[in-house]
């Protein structure tokens, strides 16, 4: 199985084409792009509404449980018998994926800004708005992009199943691989979304120790 992937990798066609690795790569980039791009137009204005405001916690954490513990793959499937084969049905699956770590992330980064250091604020005459411009989400940042990076890397995993209903992506590796039970191709597509999953975690956890508070205090 390893050396029918390290075949599979050492042939030039499988390089090039509208099936190649690159255009694979870049269909399953695309897919959990657009995914977490709409998981944040949803989550973040709810995230930091619920965190300066305290109203609706208990529906945040409800929520977020009911979201996480949605089965993915049943949950795509359902969406194409109601809405028929395309993107939609696997992406509406990926954004569900997506949502509850950014709301989380968003929530708990507002929400555990200082009290002291946002009434500071108010007593020279911020309003809301730039209090939440200004102080919260620069604060907030490192949880912020905590949840951004936990979203990121469950929708890179999970874009797979993209492929479940005749899409592109790195899931068609594993799916057609199974079809002709070529296990070596299965083994291809595991490796190629590990591998994206680790590059993508690594840039991200860099990106989250540069806006620690230590580092920006340091910095300033």
């Known amino acids: 199985m390893i050396n029918d992937m390290l075949s599979y990798f050492a042939d030039a066609a499988n390089w090039a084409g509208d099936t190649g ?30 965190g300066h405001t305290g109203v609706g916690k208990v529906f945040l954490v409800s929520a977020s449980n009911v979201l996480r513990a949605l089965p993915s793959l049943g949950i795509m499937t359902l969406l194409v018998l109601l809405m028929g084969i395309g993107l ?23 929400a555990n800004v200082d009290p002291e250091v946002v009434d500071a604020a108010r007593a020279i005459g911020m309003k ?72 993508l975690d690594g840039l991200l956890a860099v990106l989250v120790k540069v806006f620690s508070p230590a580092r920006l205090a340091i910095a300033r």
């Open 21 to 50: 690795i690159p255009a694979r790569l870049g269909e399953h980039l695309w897919y959990s792009f657009l995914a977490v791009v709409a998981a944040l137009i949803i989550a973040f204005p709810l995230g930091v509404f619920i």
């Open 88 to 110: 939609l049905p696997p992406l509406a699956a990926l954004v569900l994926i997506a949502i509850p770590p950014i709301l989380a992330g968003v929530y708990a980064g507002v």
């Open 128 to 199: 809301d708005s730039r209090i939440i411009l200004q102080v919260e989400l620069p604060l907030a940042l490192p949880l912020i992009l905590g949840g951004l990076r936990g979203a990121i890397l469950q929708v890179i995993a999970t874009a797979t199943i993209a492929a479940y209903v005749n899409l592109g992506g790195l899931g068609r590796y594993i799916f057609d691989g199974l079809a002709v039970y070529d296990y070596g191709q299965v083994l291809v597509g595991a490796v190629l979304v590990t591998g994206l999953a680790l590059v």
